[in-house]
């Protein structure tokens, strides 16, 4: 599923990001891949997948 429209950024690529590249909460993920940085829309979600997949591992 598509999160972040803007850069078409999917829950798949935020969950990736996590677990391969050591993202750790938004910021990271905005400077890894953009997320967030246009309408902002997509932050809560991205926030959500981020905390999630963290407390998965
Ligand atoms: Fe992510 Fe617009 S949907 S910045």
Known sequence: MYVCLCH????K????AVREDGVGNMRQ????LGVGDQ????????????DNT????
């Not at 078409?8 to 829950?11: L, N, P, R, S, V």
């Not at 993920?29 to 890894?32: C, G, K, Q, S, W």
């Open 39 to 50: 309408c902002g829309k997509c932050v809560r979600m991205a926030q959500s997948i981020v």
């Open 8 to 11: 078409g950024i999917t829950d």
């Open 13 to 16: 690529a935020i969950k990736q």
């Open 29 to 32: 993920l905005r400077e890894a």
């Open 54 to 57: 963290i407390i998965d591992e």
